[in-house]
């Protein structure tokens, strides 16, 4: 079946490092991808996302390429802040209302 | 435009009660979920509402229901209340037909069982 299939956490970072958090799918048809950060204490905010096949999501500095030959969207940011510190979820739309999401990545980046 | 909102912000209750959560989605969307997170866990998917019917369900027991209402704002119901059903709970919404929109989140309801 349809499923995302997300990096393990926690990941601890210092400040300024690059950051990348691995995400792979499994669709049968043509997936929307997602990528969501949730702060303390909130709900999940939409970071980026990608509707087709070699589209670049960007956002905030982070960024997420929609590769159909490796069903991956991997999140990545050249330089991590401390306020990025956060949980973030991959998740991909198919079949018109389905979603379906990864079981997030806990990131803490220290000064 | 005004996001997703849910009340109450925070809500405790006794075991064995019966707790109410209540969401408006985005003005002009027709699609309800409902999501489930226990503390330092990933989200569990319990409820979609769409045109005031249910169109899917997690795998919940039956005292998790909810509805839907004419103006496409929603309910969740927990009746019985277990120590575990202690969680942060998030409704989203989605427009209707495309089928690249994302889910937009409001900021959950706490729910502490005591």
């Known amino acids: 079946g349809d499923s995302v299939t997300q990096m393990e956490g926690p990941v601890t970072l210092s400040e300024e490092a690059f950051l990348t958090i691995n995400c792979t799918y499994t669709?049968?048809?043509?997936?929307?991808l997602f990528w969501y950060v949730q702060y303390p204490g909130e709900g999940l905010q939409l970071l980026l996302k990608?509707?087709?096949?070699?589209d670049k999501g960007s956002n905030k500095g982070f960024e997420a390429t929609y590769r159909k030959e490796t069903t991956s969207f991997h999140l990545e940011k050249g330089s991590v802040q401390v306020s990025d510190s956060a949980v973030y979820f991959c998740?991909?739309?198919?079949?018109?209302?389905?979603?379906?999401f990864g079981t997030g990545t806990s990131l803490t980046v220290i000064p | 435009e005004a996001g997703v909102t849910q009340s109450p912000t925070h809500l405790i209750k006794t075991r064995g009660q019966q707790a109410t959560l209540r969401c408006s989605p985005i003005s002009g969307h027709t699609s309800v979920y409902w999501y489930q997170q226990a503390l330092g866990l990933g989200l569990q998917f319990l409820l979609w509402?769409?045109?005031?019917?249910?169109?899917n369900r997690g795998n919940f027991p039956p005292r998790f229901s909810g509805r839907q209402f004419p103006n496409y704002s929603s309910e969740l119901n927990v009746n019985a209340l277990e120590l575990e059903d202690s969680a942060l709970y998030l409704c989203a919404s989605s427009s209707p037909g495309t089928g690249n929109s994302p889910l937009h989140f409001g900021n959950g309801t706490r729910l502490t069982v005591t």
């Open positions: 990608a509707t087709k096949a070699d």
């Open positions: 998740a991909l739309r198919i079949g018109g209302n389905q979603f379906y």
């Open positions: 669709a049968t048809g043509y997936p929307s």
């Open positions: 509402y769409d045109e005031g019917e249910e169109r």
